[in-house]
């Protein structure tokens, strides 16, 4: 194999086996077309099993717009023969036998796939890794959370989000929380209304039950009741006003 430029310039040489006979020498002028690349980028599918010791169903057509982007690319989509296999050395030999299905029943073990895009009219392709990740929802534990009156306006005041490595037990820095007033609420993906500011909450009863919804990933969660009990509070022998003498 040689690698050459757009514009090349070779010679072949050409002799009889004889070492003393005659020989020519011939110029072959390289003009080469390139065809058009096909670039692709890695994808990541994510899903969420309730399960974890079962296997996940990935759609692996979902991973396409991630891998192929047509601003990047003179071929169109359309053209293009889209492949899933197993093994990257299978995908770029075209091994038929790894091929998988695009609707993919990804053992546990299972972290990535190949891709390839193949132009059939001149057999030009590319491969890329498509990774695959599941998720499990968060585990999470009733807790019990004293809030106090600090400027004794008849408000209890708490900042849930301190208490989030105490909800999850298996807490991860990428989960996402909410909290609401009603367990329809946290469980209502589409329509769900968190409360809004969970860093200076504030209630009025000696005891109040909110609902935290945390997600692993979007739509993968768990929901658990959190118990805001209203703080002892601080009992003085005078009620004032007082006043400070200057020292």
């Known amino acids: 194999q040689y690698k050459i430029e757009q ?37 990541k599918l994510e899903k969420c099993s309730y399960d974890s010791s079962a296997s996940v169903e990935f759609d692996l057509r979902e991973a396409i717009p991630q891998l192929f982007n047509q601003t990047d690319n003179v071929l169109p989509l359309s053209q293009l023969v889209v492949e899933f296999f197993r093994y990257e050395t299978n995908a770029n030999a075209r091994d038929l036998s790894d091929l998988v299905p695009t609707l993919f029943i990804a053992p546990k073990s299972l972290g990535s796939l190949w891709v390839r895009f193949t132009d059939p009219q001149t057999n030009c392709y590319s491969v890329k890794e498509i990774f695959l990740q599941t998720y499990l929802p968060p585990k999470t534990t009733l807790q019990t959370i004293i809030a106090c009156d600090r400027d004794f306006d008849g408000f209890n005041e708490v900042n849930l989000m301190d208490y989030k490595d105490i909800l999850v037990l298996n807490f991860e820095p990428y989960f996402i929380y909410n909290f609401f007033l009603s367990k329809e609420q946290a469980n209502d993906l589409a329509n769900g209304k968190p409360i809004l500011n969970p860093e200076n909450y504030k209630f009025n009863e000696a005891s109040k039950i909110i609902y935290l919804r945390v997600e692993s990933i979007a739509g993968c969660f768990s929901v658990t009741p959190v118990q805001l009990v209203e703080g002892p509070k601080i009992q003085l022998q005078q009620n004032g006003p007082f006043t400070i003498n200057d020292i």
């Open 7 to 43: 514009n090349s310039t070779v010679y072949a040489k050409v002799e009889f086996n004889d070492k003393n006979a005659c020989f020519s020498v011939s110029t072959i002028n390289i003009n080469a077309e390139y065809l058009p690349a096909i670039v692709l980028k890695e994808a």
